[in-house]
């Protein structure tokens, strides 16, 4: 008699961990090929043009010098003498600074390891929302970060935040991970992560440590560890992040290059004051007795695009909002949703939709608020970090919001009401560039409306499932617009600064090139080195650059980035003169002109000093044109 077998069911929990064993489902069939289309749309939108690639010339410069020596790189000097660092920690460098020594230093060779960071983000997204919230909103999620433009633009930059965001991302996935089963381990490797995102972006990456904090203490399934569980893991954190600073600090001054952004040569100063607390100027904070460079703001060396305020509401401006802030409503949706139904069905503490919510949560809460304060007016890049957590939510949401739909009754109504707001909020952010791409908001809002008018027409189930397919391709359709256009080198560069769309700057080559009188400079110095360290002191970065990117020059920056660093002082000016390290000295005509602001900065200083201290050498003598930068020669017998 044959036996009768019954179908396996699926099991549901809420609490952690998920089931081992369960059911294959239509969602888990289509995943793969869905998430391979994902990532290899993610690819195509970062590695598109990379050939085409130009230098970020502060940073290129940084790279260049430092795939010359082991102190170079660990400390990311400038310049090939590694006489001054960059104004910020070295870590987000070191990757391309690797790249550079596999490929060679060239400008795709930059870009590259963030095209392969952001597709990281992407797939890492995915696996944090699917053990959260399942397979259809892992997929949304990879799909809504793939197609906002500031993951984009990051991807195809050589800023720090593509390299941050995966580290924050892993250090997610180690906290999801270990607040499973309360694994302390596992919870120190978060706190590792955590500690390298340190070294990309100093004390921000330490904003997201509310949000794993409150993930573990709240969801963890044990009782009375949690507390000491977070009290290691925060001192492993600390450890870590503080390790270069440490090393730095230790290190004697005459070892290592000039902290860049200081007044004392302090990593604490270049860290806490020049990085942190001068972002903070709109709320009156003072960092002038931190041994900072205080210079009343955060440069902005993209330019400020249009409709990018720095009030405290600037996160819903058309200039930062288009580029991470298009699924707002979604991600409201998800959060508020989510948490509600949570309270309804009295979800105990260690449930793990409860977890995700509280992670993705808080992350968002902190980083909005981190950035309403603070100061990022001509740096959208920042904001990737907000584009995870806000695709992570609209995720949930709109999965949540389907349900809804499809279940009937008085919450169905719920998801288009929220995709009819999010159109809305889309087109009122185009309003401020009606040129770009105008007919994406009509087709959108057609998109919209096809929704209501099937339901209206024909009311079934079929009909409203395409009906709310449509409503979301209508909040996709301008975000993707805008992201797409990064294919063009009109709306976006590959290793600028990493903005998408109309208000993208291109970055040209002046600072990374050698112009005819640059390169007959250059001979004349190389032929008169005479065994010089430097081939001369120069009086900014932007004039080092080109002679560091084009020909691995060893040049002098005097002043760091901001112009206002007291390195090198005229001590030690003299001092590499009278040891033969240097013998020549480019000025600027404007700093020697008395009462110019040029005059009253380091290089102004150095300038006075080389003027009464060293001999001009003739224009003739190198090729240039009589109103060029002046040339002085500070060999034996002149610098006394």
Request: glycine share 10%.
């Amino acid at each position: 008699m044959p036996s009768v077998v019954s179908e396996p069911r699926a099991v549901v929990r809420t609490g952690w961990p998920p089931p081992r064993a369960a059911v294959r489902t239509r969602a888990d069939r289509y995943e793969r090929p869905v998430l391979l289309g994902i990532t290899a749309l993610a690819a195509l939108l970062f590695l598109w043009g990379i050939d085409h690639s130009a230098y970020h010339a502060f940073y290129a410069s940084a790279v260049r010098s430092m795939t010359g020596s082991p102190v170079a790189f660990l400390y990311g000097a400038f310049d090939p003498a590694g006489s001054i660092t960059l104004d910020k920690l070295p870590g987000f460098l070191w990757p391309q600074a690797l790249s550079a020594m596999v490929f060679g230093f060239h400008a795709w060779a930059l870009v590259l390891p963030q095209a392969v960071e952001g597709v990281a983000c992407v797939l890492l997204l995915h696996l944090l929302v699917r053990r959260w919230a399942g397979v259809p909103a892992a997929l949304a999620a990879a799909a809504f970060l793939t197609l906002t433009p500031v993951t984009v633009g990051v991807g195809r930059s050589v800023v720090e935040d593509a390299p941050f965001v995966l580290l924050l991302l892993l250090a997610a996935e180690a906290t999801q991970r270990a607040t499973e089963r309360a694994r302390p381990r596992t919870l120190l490797l978060a706190g590792v992560w955590v500690g390298v995102a340190f070294q990309c972006k100093m004390l921000e990456a330490w904003a997201v440590l509310p949000a794993l904090a409150v993930t573990y203490l709240v969801a963890a399934p044990t009782t009375r560890r949690r507390i000491g569980h977070l009290a290691l893991a925060g001192a492993v954190t600390a450890a870590v992040s503080l390790s270069w600073m440490l090393a730095a600090t230790l290190t004697p001054p005459g070892s290592r290059p000039y902290l860049d952004g200081t007044t004392d040569n302090s990593a604490s100063g270049m860290v806490v004051g020049y990085n942190f607390l001068t972002r903070f100027h709109l709320v009156g904070i003072d960092a002038a007795g931190t041994g900072s460079i205080v210079t009343g703001g955060a440069a902005q060396p993209g330019g400020a695009a249009p409709g990018m305020g720095d009030s405290v509401w600037k996160m819903f401006s058309p200039g930062l909002a288009t580029q991470s802030g298009w699924l707002y409503p979604l991600a409201a949706l998800g959060l508020v949703g989510g948490l509600a139904a949570l309270w309804r069905r009295r979800a105990p503490r260690t449930d793990r939709l409860l977890a995700g919510h509280l992670l993705w949560g808080v992350w968002l809460a902190t980083f909005f608020v981190v950035f309403s304060f603070g100061s990022v007016t001509g740096h959208t890049y920042y904001l990737g970090v907000v584009a995870v957590a806000l695709s992570a939510l609209a995720g949930a949401g709109v999965v949540q919001g389907w349900r809804a739909c499809r279940a009937g009754g008085r919450r169905a109504w719920v998801l288009p009401a929220v995709i009819v707001v999010n159109v809305a909020w889309c087109a009122v952010l185009t309003l401020r560039y009606p040129r770009f791409f105008g007919w994406s908001v009509p087709v959108a809002v057609v998109l919209c409306l096809t929704g209501p008018v099937l339901t209206g027409i024909r009311p079934t189930r079929r009909t409203g499932t395409v009906g709310l397919a449509a409503g979301l391709a209508a909040v996709l359709l301008i975000p993707a617009v805008w992201s797409a256009s990064a294919l063009s080198l009109r709306y976006n560069q590959p290793g600028a600064f990493g903005r998408v769309g109309p208000s993208s700057v291109r970055t040209g080559t002046a600072l990374s090139t050698l112009t005819p009188a640059r390169q007959r400079l250059l001979a004349y110095l190389t032929a008169h080195r005479d065994g010089a360290r430097y081939l001369a002191a120069v009086p900014a970065w932007t004039t080092a650059a080109p002679y560091i990117i084009a020909a691995d020059a060893s040049v002098l920056p005097v002043g760091g980035f901001t112009g206002r660093v007291p390195f090198p002082t005229t001590r030690d000016l003299s001092g590499l003169i009278d040891s033969g390290r240097l013998h020549y000295v480019l000025l600027r005509r404007s700093d020697t002109v008395a009462g110019t602001r040029a005059a009253q900065t380091p290089a102004g200083a150095l300038a006075r000093w080389t003027v009464a201290h060293c001999s001009p050498v003739p224009p003739a003598a190198y090729g240039a044109p009589g109103r060029t930068s002046p040339l002085y020669c500070c060999g034996p017998g002149h610098g006394g």
